[in-house]
């Protein structure tokens, strides 16, 4: 294309020439971790890579820079997390006890929606929802179901996760106009810092009648997180 002729770009992590997210940078995104979570059916929630360095620049330039070009190859890392995680064999041996699977984005703000004109997430919840699809042959959906309204500033700016809670609480809601109730939801975050996001999310959506799998996440900040080494496999959650 001419615009690439005239602006090429490189490596959203690294600048490499002409790669959107070079081979070196998309394995950052493949050391999945894990961290225990009781809100949620699998008991823990699961991220790609850690917020920092490359993986941080990464995201940001996709996040908040408006790097779209991006959206499938974080896609694609959020779908092998689903598959490494477990995620896939739950949602396929518990699909019988609820009548609907979906695949719910976190919210941003209203104005974070404005300044990037787009809802972030929404690409990735749908390619999640393609590929659960494909490998559970379950009907799974995308519901844009949670809103938060009222929050101000950016949440990777805030400091601790009770100054986090403080700021979220009564902000996150599920919209008017979407109905939870009796579905199994795989909520999906860009990043998640103390988690205070992710369970006032989980906590809305369980009041509602859901049942939350678990939290899908692109990176975290690494303190308190367990680290799943290429030889340690998860012990999967008994299936009731």
Request: with cysteine; charged share 25%.
């Amino acid at each position: 294309m001419v615009v690439n002729l005239l602006f090429p770009r490189g490596c959203a992590g690294c600048d490499k020439p002409d790669e959107v997210l070079c081979e070196a940078c998309r394995a950052l995104f493949s050391q999945p971790t894990a961290q225990s979570f009781d809100g949620v059916a699998m008991q823990r929630w699961f991220a790609c890579g850690w917020y920092r360095g490359t993986v941080r620049k990464a995201v940001l330039a996709w996040k908040d820079h408006g790097d779209e070009e991006c959206d499938r190859a974080f896609a694609d890392a959020i779908c092998a997390l689903a598959k490494a995680s477990g995620v896939i064999d739950f949602v396929r041996d518990r699909h019988g006890s609820c009548h609907d699977v979906v695949v719910v984005p976190a919210p941003s703000s209203p104005a974070s929606i404005r300044r990037r004109g787009r809802k972030h997430m929404m690409p990735i919840a749908k390619h999640l929802a393609g590929f659960l699809r494909e490998e559970t042959g379950c009907e799974v959906t995308v519901r844009d179901a949670l809103e938060n309204r009222g929050v101000k500033g950016k949440s990777v700016q805030t400091s601790g996760a009770a100054q986090r809670s403080q700021r979220l609480k009564g902000h996150v809601s599920v919209c008017p106009s979407v109905s939870l109730r009796n579905t199994m939801v795989i909520l999906v975050d860009d990043i998640v810092t103390t988690g205070a996001t992710m369970r006032s999310c989980v906590e809305t959506m369980r009041k509602e009648g859901a049942t939350v799998v678990t939290v899908l996440a692109l990176a975290h900040t690494p303190a308190g997180t367990q680290k799943v080494g290429p030889t340690q496999a998860w012990s999967r959650p008994q299936v009731q």
